[in-house]
Structures are given as structure tokens and as C-alpha cells.
């Protein structure tokens, strides 16, 4: 009757009472103790059951693919538990077959980012109104302690509230819809659902279901992708300085538009860590419609397939040594090349039902982790507990107080004022010594300019030379900097064009190995 159900019972309760070190990351133990006992007991891929119900575990990227990636719906989303199913709503998430087909055909182009970067300034604007209201808890006592909303909604009462506040929203745009439904998430996605002869592609219903199932999904999911990133930045204070560094010197201390948020490549990195480490959905399934060859092993109709990501995202297999370690800079070339497996991170799952919300949910926590960087520093409060659990998302069990301090435009003004030096000196003089090392020399960085006044000197003075109609070694005309300096540095040279650094190379062994890289690791 029970299955496996008693040990998996008895292993929770245990890890439950387990607290972590802050530094720790490797959390699987604590969230899911019947898989960290039985991969190393089992392997890879293992089967159970819980309660009546037969569960096969997968956890090989190419395997998680073929599940993942098939179209014919023969890996389909299980029913869910009712109390879920009445706070989600019928949306995307939980319909399956010609239903699903037909909600993703109407909501993908709400989010295409073209309609999501005029989203940017709404987020804004909500970001703002929170940040305030921490700025007043913070100007009423020396510090502030921040805890997220613990897992304590009432599900009929908020099912009700959610249904009759949506449904008296959405007529109350299709009442006006001449002046058009709204550019936010759901006008956007009202207007793509516009048939051709005016009627809704949806049913008020459905329209409602879709707005349950973003609200919750997305908002618990993104608000949890905060919460850890936070945790992460608070307890690593050289990263909060860099991104803060970045923040200030590409949005200022205004709030941002999707042209900035596309250039904090710091941001993106820490957010990705931060999917990788704590990932809100822990765990994917999928039930077989059918009798199935799955890899190398046949997997009968009605078997529950469920993919563990939290060990995926901890695999060293996938991820190196250092799996269990916060390091952003493993996605510096990008999320297919930050592990061993281009399909290592799954957080975003993939194929046909590959979360359509993922550019907005990025996008907001990008958002609203700028405007928190140019307003406030924040590190772990001595009181936090490392207890991370599994409540529908990844939660920390007993909350995350943080201590957060105002930033002063005087503390702006210096980090300002940091970053301009950083750039006009501490940078050229480090990356000079870093080639030196090498034996890589060139002419000497002047302030601001670098090599630009010698530039344009040799060069016009080269333009005023004729040469004789026989020579053809026109180097010192057309490149005379190259000219004077490739004898003077050797064949290979660094020089500074104003703030640009650049490393002229001669060898053709060198060229070819620029050349004909595959991986875009030299870009245009």
C-alpha cells in the first residue's frame, strides 16, 4: 500500500530538522533526502514508488531532453492535487493536448520582446513603490528586517477573491476595449486573443485561469528567484559590490529600460547562479501516455517520470568541482557552454513547453534587483537560518531576514566617483601589468586617451607624405602606428585606443586560432 512512502516520510522529517552553513549550497540532502540516499545507492536513474503510484527517476540531461522535447504528448503534465488546480487555474501549466495548444497559441505573443520591453517601465514603477515603502521601514529604525510572505494562503478564500477581482478586471477592459485592452501582461494577452470577428479566442474562464496561473506561477517563482539572489549577494559582498559597480555605470541611478538591463551581462550571470543553486520548481514530471523507449530502458503506460533538478544543477558530472559553489562566472559565454551538457541548466525547462513566461520573468528580476543595487546595500541578518524546503517552490523554512542600509547619494556619489577611477586607471594600469607578465609590452597608457594623441600625430603626419609611383610597402602611410611600433614592441603589442584596450597579433598561427574559433569566444 505505502511503497516507498514510509522512508521517504521518515528522511524528510529528519532533514527538517537539519540547519545548514551559510556558505553550503548543496541543499539536496535537506530537500530531497530520499534522492541524495538513493542516486549513490541506485544510480543515475532509479525506480519507486510512491504510495501506489510507480515513479521512475531520471536525472541524464539526454534522457530529461527526449521527455521534455517530445511534441506527440506522450509525456504528459500529471492531474494535479485539486487545492493547486483551484489556485492556478486551468492556464498553460496545468492543461495538456489540443487545450494547451490552444492557450500557448494566445498568450506566446504577449510575451515576443518587442510587447515585453514596453512592459519595463511599469515594472519600474511597481519596483519603485516597494523600494519606498522599504525606505520609510528603514528611516524608522537603524535597520530593517525583510521576511517573504511565508506559504500560509488560505486556498478557497483566495480562489474566490482571485476569481471575482480578475473577472470584474477583464470585463472592465473589454467595456472599453475601443480605447484598446492595456499594454501590460493582460492587455497584451486579451489583444492577442482578439479573433477576427472581435470575440475572445478564450473564455472569460479561461482568460481567468491564464491570469491565476501567471499571477501565482509567476510571481511566487520570480519572488523566490529574488529572495535567493539576495541570499546569495548578502552573503557574498565582493559580487553585490561588482553588480552595484555595473549597475551604477550603465543605468545610472535612474530606474531602467530593456536597452540597459540588455547590457548588465554581471546581473544576468548572478541571476542564472541563482536558478542554478536554488531553482524555485525543484523537480519536474511527466506521465507516459503509453508504453515508451526511453534511452536504453522500455518505461510502461501510466509511470510517473520525474526529474530531479536540484541534483542536475549540483551534478559535478555537469557542472565540474566546484558544482555545489557560487560562481557566476561559469555563464560568462552563456547558459549552452556554462556546464559539460548544453542542456545542464533546466530551470526554464525546455522543448515544446518551455516556460513562454521566461524573457519577463528575467526581465522583472533584473528590474527590481537594479533598483534594490542603486538604493540599498543589504547583507544576511545574524538571525537568518539556512533551511531551504520544498513548499510547491524553494523556500527558505524560517524566512530571510536581511539587514538593509539606505544608499546616501553620498555613498552613490562615491561609488561613482570609484567606478570613474576604476575605469580611467586602476583598469589600464592592471591589464598593462597582466600583459607585461607575458612579455607583451606596448606604448604606456595616457590618462583618458591612452595611445589616441600619438595615433593621430604619426597619422597626419603620414598623410601629408607622397610616396614613389614604384613602392608599395605602404605601411608607414596608411598604419604608421603599426609601423613605428611593431619594431619597437615585437610582432605581437598591446596599446590603448582612448579607453579601449587592444592587442595587435602578426603570427599566423595566432590569426588562425582567432579566425577559425566555432565557439564565438572572438566576437566582431
Known amino acids: 500500500m505505502d511503497g516507498s512512502l514510509v522512508e521517504i516520510r521518515s528522511l524528510r522529517k529528519e532533514a527538517r530538522e537539519i540547519i545548514m552553513d551559510v556558505p553550503c549550497h548543496n541543499i539536496t540532502p535537506r530537500v530531497l533526502p530520499h534522492y541524495h540516499k538513493w542516486i549513490p545507492q541506485y544510480g543515475e536513474t532509479f525506480f519507486y514508488w510512491f504510495g501506489l503510484q510507480p515513479r521512475i527517476c531520471i536525472t541524464n540531461p539526454d534522457m530529461v531532453k527526449q521527455v521534455l522535447s517530445n511534441k506527440f504528448g506522450f509525456y504528459t503534465k500529471d492531474k494535479p492535487r485539486p487545492a493547486i488546480a483551484a489556485l492556478l487555474g486551468k492556464g498553460l501549466v496545468l492543461t495538456n493536448g489540443t487545450d494547451w495548444v490552444r492557450h500557448r497559441r494566445v498568450v506566446s505573443p504577449a510575451f515576443t520582446m518587442d510587447k515585453l520591453k514596453v512592459m519595463t517601465k511599469r515594472m519600474g514603477s511597481c519596483a519603485l513603490s516597494m523600494l519606498d515603502s522599504w525606505q520609510d521601514l528603514v528611516m524608522r529604525?537603524?535597520?530593517?528586517?525583510?521576511?517573504?510572505?511565508?506559504?500560509?494562503?488560505?486556498?478557497?478564500?483566495?480562489?474566490?477573491?482571485?476569481?471575482?477581482?480578475?473577472?470584474?478586471?477583464?470585463?472592465?477592459?473589454?467595456?472599453?476595449?475601443?480605447?484598446?485592452?492595456?499594454?501590460?501582461?493582460?492587455?497584451?494577452?486579451?489583444?492577442?486573443?482578439?479573433?477576427?470577428?472581435?470575440?475572445?479566442?478564450?473564455?472569460?474562464?479561461?482568460?481567468?485561469?491564464?491570469?491565476?496561473?501567471?499571477?501565482?506561477?509567476?510571481?511566487?517563482?520570480?519572488?523566490?528567484?529574488?529572495?535567493?539572489?539576495?541570499?546569495?549577494?548578502?552573503?557574498?559582498?565582493?559580487?553585490?559590490?561588482?553588480?552595484?559597480?555595473?549597475?551604477?555605470?550603465?543605468?545610472?541611478?535612474?530606474?531602467?529600460?530593456?536597452?540597459?538591463?540588455?547590457?548588465?551581462?554581471?546581473?544576468?550571470?548572478?541571476?542564472?547562479?541563482?536558478?542554478?543553486?536554488?531553482?524555485?520548481?525543484?523537480?519536474?514530471?511527466?506521465?507516459?501516455?503509453?508504453?515508451?523507449?526511453?534511452?536504453?530502458?522500455?518505461?510502461?503506460?501510466?509511470?510517473?517520470?520525474?526529474?530531479?533538478?536540484?541534483?542536475?544543477?549540483?551534478?559535478?558530472?555537469?557542472?565540474?568541482?566546484?558544482?555545489?559553489?557560487?560562481?557566476?562566472?561559469?555563464?560568462?559565454?552563456?547558459?549552452?557552454?556554462?556546464?559539460?551538457?548544453?542542456?545542464?541548466?533546466?530551470?526554464?525547462?525546455?522543448?515544446?513547453?518551455?516556460?513562454?513566461?521566461?524573457?519577463?520573468a528575467m526581465m522583472e528580476a533584473k528590474t527590481v534587483l537594479v533598483m534594490i543595487l542603486q538604493r540599498f546595500s543589504f547583507s544576511l541578518s545574524p538571525q537568518y537560518k539556512h533551511a531551504p524546503v520544498d513548499m510547491l517552490t524553494l523556500h527558505p523554512q524560517f524566512g530571510m531576514p536581511v539587514t538593509v542600509v539606505v544608499m546616501t547619494l553620498v555613498i552613490v556619489l562615491l561609488l561613482l566617483l570609484w567606478n570613474f577611477f576604476a575605469v580611467l586607471l586602476w583598469r589600464p594600469y592592471q591589464l598593462t601589468k597582466f600583459f607585461n607578465r607575458q612579455g607583451i609590452r606596448g606604448p604606456?597608457?595616457?590618462?583618458?586617451?591612452?595611445?589616441?594623441?600619438?595615433?593621430?600625430?604619426?597619422?597626419?603626419?603620414?598623410?601629408?607624405?607622397?610616396?614613389?609611383?614604384?613602392?608599395?610597402?605602404?605601411?608607414?602611410?596608411?598604419?604608421?602606428?603599426?609601423?613605428?611600433?611593431?619594431?619597437?614592441?615585437?610582432?605581437?603589442?598591446?596599446?590603448?585606443?582612448?579607453?579601449?584596450?587592444?592587442?595587435?597579433?602578426?603570427?599566423?598561427?595566432?590569426?588562425?586560432?582567432?579566425?577559425?574559433?566555432?565557439?564565438?569566444?572572438?566576437?566582431?
Not at 604606456?444 to 603620414?462: C, H, Q, T, W
Open 141 to 360: 529604525s537603524a535597520k530593517c528586517e525583510y521576511l517573504p510572505t511565508k506559504w500560509n494562503r488560505h486556498k478557497w478564500e483566495v480562489e474566490r477573491k482571485a476569481t471575482s477581482t480578475l473577472r470584474r478586471i477583464i470585463q472592465a477592459r473589454l467595456d472599453s476595449k475601443e480605447s484598446g485592452y492595456g499594454n501590460d501582461l493582460l492587455g497584451l494577452m486579451m489583444e492577442s486573443s482578439t479573433n477576427t470577428r472581435g470575440g475572445l479566442a478564450l473564455s472569460m474562464d479561461e482568460i481567468i485561469s491564464e491570469c491565476k496561473t501567471f499571477f501565482f506561477v509567476g510571481h511566487e517563482t520570480t519572488a523566490n528567484l529574488l529572495t535567493w539572489a539576495m541570499f546569495l549577494l548578502g552573503s557574498n559582498q565582493d559580487w553585490q559590490e561588482r553588480l552595484r559597480e555595473e549597475v551604477l555605470r550603465e543605468c545610472g541611478t535612474e530606474a531602467p529600460n530593456a536597452d540597459a538591463l540588455s547590457k548588465l551581462k554581471l546581473v544576468t550571470m548572478v541571476l542564472l547562479e541563482a536558478l542554478r543553486l536554488y531553482c524555485p520548481v525543484i523537480m519536474m514530471t511527466r506521465r507516459t501516455s503509453m508504453d515508451m523507449k526511453l534511452g536504453e530502458i522500455t518505461v510502461p503506460k501510466d509511470v510517473l517520470v520525474t526529474i530531479p533538478l536540484i541534483v542536475i544543477h549540483r551534478s559535478e558530472k555537469y557542472w565540474g568541482a566546484d558544482a555545489c559553489e557560487f560562481n557566476p562566472y561559469r555563464f560568462a559565454d552563456g547558459i549552452a557552454k556554462a556546464g559539460n551538457h548544453p542542456n545542464a541548466l533546466m530551470a526554464f525547462s525546455m522543448g515544446p513547453r518551455v516556460c513562454v513566461g521566461q524573457n519577463f
Open 444 to 524: 604606456r597608457y595616457a590618462f583618458m586617451g591612452g595611445s589616441l594623441v600619438e595615433i593621430k600625430n604619426l597619422k597626419k603626419a603620414a598623410s601629408q607624405t607622397t610616396m614613389d609611383a614604384k613602392c608599395h610597402n605602404i605601411t608607414p602611410r596608411i598604419l604608421p602606428h603599426y609601423h613605428k611600433w611593431i619594431p619597437q614592441y615585437g610582432e605581437t603589442f598591446l596599446y590603448w585606443f582612448g579607453l579601449q584596450p587592444r592587442i595587435c597579433i602578426t603570427d599566423l598561427e595566432m590569426v588562425k586560432q582567432v579566425l577559425s574559433n566555432k565557439f564565438g569566444f572572438f566576437t566582431k
